[in-house]
């Protein structure tokens, strides 16, 4: 419970940051149309949009889907601030960058079972292919899970298309039971 | 020059939208669509572009793309040659030079980070050609890492290096790349001021009519030889009006920063707007001739034309 009631302290302040960053340099000529409010809460919405999930195990198929928070990024391809948290611009991750994350999964909707939560805390590596990382960007991951049926690690690929808001990951986990492998249309923005 | 193998989701994103007629977007979207997959060709295009006998020219290679000569010295503005601009919006028309053909630079500037003025596979493409790139601040987050040096110029801030000066100056615009971060980018555009060998060319890079704005610019820069003046997208206006300038208000920003002469940019090469090619020089044309401007003191140039506008 203190992990969750600090994550939203924490995304709180990067957006007030922002906030008050925008703030002060409002008479400075920008016509922007997007507010931080609405910045918040496009950020907030897209955070909420689930990545939908093909759960696939020995003789099991299965559906899902995932959310993630990245509350720690350190880009390796951007020319300035490399540390982002919660909020991350797409150059920050698709250029080359180390992530961690959390992710709360909800696997269901197979015939034999298998649905329930899982928990997952991992890191990634991503790696530019094309364009800086705009038009093609890999990476490769590991991660913690915690499930109704016990825990374990799993590895990870991933390819991103379109500024990296649109990729395919797979995830391993030999140990999972009934869900071995998860395969997620990574749906991110920011 | 070749259409990306991975734009296939932002077309299919970009099909849904424009069959859905969500308004604007939706227009632009579906006139993007129907561009000539090969954009037109530049006609007798210049491949040295390096003019000894001159001490002022200016070769437009389209957009707000632009080679600046002040008698040695080579400025390159907002550089943009990629097939398209923000994965889907393709060139009208092949860029006025090659990169391969570029001089080597004093320096780049970028006015802002929006797809069609920071473009990084374009910058891929001179990253031999100049020592450093000039942005606005908050913009270096935005930009990967490349072998120039990057630097944010605050307003009235200026680089100085042999001789040239590039000063930031301020414009009515929008920061940042991918939507929301407009909201904390707030200064993240700029337009910028090069002065070599007692020449000055102002670059106007892409801006809405802020007469202050302007008038502060003549107080700075009291003899501009050359102001370089985005003059379209223009419609629909009461969406534009807050961050570009139409063709009236672009001459009348010309008349308040005195320049010696106007050169328009940012017309009639990518599609992001309701104009249709060859409006917004059209209208200048009509605007000239009430003012009783002539091509002397207006120059349009074509893609990949160049003009000697002083000589030695």
Redesign the interface.
């Known amino acids: 419970m203190h992990g969750a009631r600090w994550s939203r302290i924490l995304v709180a302040s990067a957006l007030l940051g ?2 008050n ?2 703030r002060a ?2 008479d ?9 409010a ?2 918040a809460g ?2 907030t919405l897209a955070q909420l949009l689930p990545s939908p999930l093909l759960v696939t195990g020995s003789h099991h198929v299965g559906g899902g889907v995932r959310w993630q928070i990245t509350p720690f990024v350190y880009s ?6 490399p540390v982002r948290m919660f909020i991350v ?4 991750r698709h ?1 080359g960058a180390l992530e961690l994350y959390g992710s709360p999964e909800w696997a269901c909707c197979a015939p034999d079972g298998g649905t329930g939560w899982i928990a997952r805390a991992g890191g990634r590596l991503y790696v ?1 292919l ?3 990382g ?3 960007a890999a990476s490769l991951g590991g991660s913690y899970y915690r499930a109704s049926g016990g825990d374990g690690a799993a590895l990870e690929v991933g390819a991103y ?3 990296s808001i ?1 990729g395919i990951t797979v995830t391993v986990s030999p140990k999972l039971e009934r869900r071995e492998v998860i395969s997620a249309l990574t749906l991110r ?2 | 020059m070749t259409r ?1 193998p ?1 734009a ?3 077309v299919a ?1 970009s099909l849904v939208v424009a069959v859905s007629g969500c308004g604007f977007f939706g227009r632009v979207l579906q006139r993007n669509l129907a561009v000539p997959r090969e954009p037109r060709k530049v006609q007798n295009k210049i491949h040295d572009p390096r003019r000894p006998g001159a001490r002022l020219a200016v070769l437009w290679i389209g957009h707000a793309t632009a080679l600046v000569q002040m008698d040695d010295a080579f400025v390159l503005t907002d550089p943009v040659f990629t097939r398209t601009v923000g ?1 889907f919006s393709p060139r009208l028309v092949e860029p006025g030079l090659d990169p391969a053909d570029l001089p080597p630079l004093r320096a780049v500037v970028i006015s802002h980070t929006h797809f069609d003025h920071l473009s ?2 374009s910058l ?1 493409m001179i990253e031999q050609k100049t020592p450093i790139v000039l942005l606005p601040p908050g913009a ?7 072998a120039f040096e ?1 630097r944010e110029l605050d ?1 009235w801030e200026s680089y100085e290096a042999g001789g040239l000066r590039v000063t930031a100056i ?15 980018h ?2 993240a ?1 700029t337009g910028y001021v090069f002065e070599y060998h007692g020449l000055s060319v102002y670059f106007g890079g892409d801006t ?1 009519f ?1 007469k202050d ?1 302007f008038a502060a610019a003549r107080d700075h820069f009291p003899k501009l030889d050359v102001a370089l003046l985005p003059i379209c997208p223009t419609e629909p206006r009461d969406f534009m009006r ?2 570009h300038m139409d063709t009236i208000e672009a001459l009348d920003a010309f008349a308040l920063l005195g320049a010696s002469r106007m050169i328009p940019i940012h017309f009639d090469t990518f599609i992001n707007s309701d104009d249709r090619p060859g409006d917004c020089p059209r209208l200048l044309r009509d605007h000239m001739r009430e003012r009783n401007l002539d091509d002397t003191r207006v120059v349009i140039l074509e893609v990949g034309e160049e003009r000697v506008l002083m000589a030695r």
């Open positions: 922002a906030a960053d925008a340099d409002q400075d000529g920008s016509a922007g149309r997007v507010t931080p609405i910045a496009v950020w390796f391809g951007v020319a300035a601030r611009d797409p150059i920050a250029s530019p094309a364009g800086h705009e038009s093609l298309l379109f500024f649109v923005y920011f | 990306s991975f296939f989701p932002v994103f994965a990084y596979d891929d270096r987050s935005s930009l990967p890492r490349y990057s307003r301020p414009v009515q615009h929008v920061g940042g790349r991918w939507g929301i971060d407009q909201a904390w707030t200064r555009f809405a802020d704005k807050r961050t």
